[in-house]
């Protein structure tokens, strides 16, 4: 009994009708190492980026902490500083700040604004030689006086006067004799006064004292002062 051959038949499904692209296992193991590796390159990167920017970081924060610690610190030492000065000035507690007082002056009599009793003028004779182009003036004053009690210390009120000369003091008028030794003079401000000063005291009887001077002529109507009238034959002004 003979084999019944059956006829080769290629059967042929509608994909391989299809035209395109085919992608095969191995392609797309490929494709998918090489997306590990660009996924793993990146994170590295990423990585790498984010550590230098922290230590750029890191270090401008230790700049600024340096910087703020120096600026503290400088201002720390300005307050101490002060702190320290204010100390200085500002007394302790419990102490008391005493007032700066004038210096005393040389004599005690100074001081009172009334001339000592102990010595009394009586009379005065004046020198003057007055100069209209520099309007001042130069001269000597004489002063008759009596002592009431013993005494080495003669006080006079002057004020806009210059004395020049050491004072002469004697018995006599015309200061012939009967010297007395000065061992100082001086003015005292405060209240307007020339002292002269004695090596010994003088004691009871009359006395001569004599000033050499120079001052301006005053511009008010005390003292020596200057004046201008208008004439009246002539209405010139002098």
Same mark, same amino acid.
């Given at each position: 009994?003979? %084999?019944?051959?059956? *006829?080769?038949?290629?059967?042929?499904?509608?994909? %391989? @009708?299809?035209?395109?692209?085919?992608? =095969?296992?191995?392609? $797309?193991?490929?494709?998918?190492?090489?997306?590990? $590796?660009? =996924?793993?390159?990146?994170?590295?990167?990423?990585?790498?980026?984010?550590?230098?920017?922290? !230590?750029?970081?890191?270090? &401008? /924060?230790? &700049?600024?902490?340096?910087?703020?610690?120096?600026? +503290?610190?400088?201002? /720390?030492?300005?307050?101490?500083?002060?702190?320290?000065?204010?100390?200085?000035?500002?007394? /302790?507690? !419990?102490?008391?700040?005493?007032? =700066?007082?004038?210096?005393?002056?040389?004599? *005690?009599?100074?001081?009172? $604004?009334?001339?000592?009793? &102990?010595?009394?003028?009586?009379?005065?004779?004046?020198? #003057?030689?007055? @100069?209209?182009?520099? #309007?001042?003036?130069?001269?000597?004053?004489?002063?008759?006086?009596?002592?009431t009690a013993p005494t080495? #210390?003669? $006080?006079?009120?002057?004020?806009?006067?210059?004395?020049?000369? +050491?004072?002469?003091?004697?018995?006599?008028?015309?200061?012939?004799?009967?010297? %007395? =030794?000065?061992?100082?003079?001086?003015?005292?401000?405060?209240?307007?006064?020339?002292? /002269?000063? #004695?090596?010994? *005291?003088?004691?009871?009887?009359?006395?001569?004292?004599?000033?050499?001077?120079?001052?301006?002529?005053?511009?008010?109507?005390?003292?020596?002062?200057?004046?201008?009238?208008?004439?009246?034959?002539?209405?010139?002004?002098?």
């Amino acid at each position: 009994m003979s %084999e019944k051959r059956v *006829p080769d038949v290629n059967y042929k499904s509608s994909d %391989e @009708d299809r035209k395109g692209c085919f992608v =095969t296992y191995t392609q $797309i193991a490929i494709a998918v190492v090489v997306v590990i $590796i660009l =996924t793993v390159t990146v994170g590295l990167i990423a990585g790498l980026t984010g550590n230098a920017g922290s !230590g750029g970081q890191t270090s &401008t /924060t230790g &700049t600024t902490v340096a910087t703020n610690v120096m600026s +503290t610190t400088s201002a /720390t030492q300005k307050v101490t500083q002060m702190a320290t000065s204010k100390a200085t000035v500002k007394p /302790t507690q !419990g102490q008391t700040v005493q007032p =700066t007082t004038p210096a005393p002056p040389p004599y *005690p009599q100074l001081a009172n $604004i009334r001339l000592p009793t &102990t010595v009394r003028p009586s009379e005065y004779y004046f020198e #003057l030689d007055v @100069d209209m182009t520099s #309007l001042s003036f130069t001269g000597s004053n004489v002063i008759q006086f009596s002592v009431t009690a013993p005494t080495t #210390l003669i $006080i006079v009120h002057v004020d806009g006067i210059n004395v020049t000369a +050491t004072p002469q003091v004697s018995t006599d008028r015309y200061f012939n004799g009967g010297m %007395e =030794t000065v061992t100082a003079h001086g003015t005292y401000k405060k209240n307007n006064y020339h002292y /002269t000063v #004695l090596a010994d *005291p003088i004691v009871f009887g009359t006395y001569y004292i004599r000033y050499i001077y120079r001052a301006n002529l005053a511009n008010d109507l005390n003292g020596f002062y200057k004046y201008q009238y208008t004439r009246a034959s002539d209405r010139e002004t002098v």
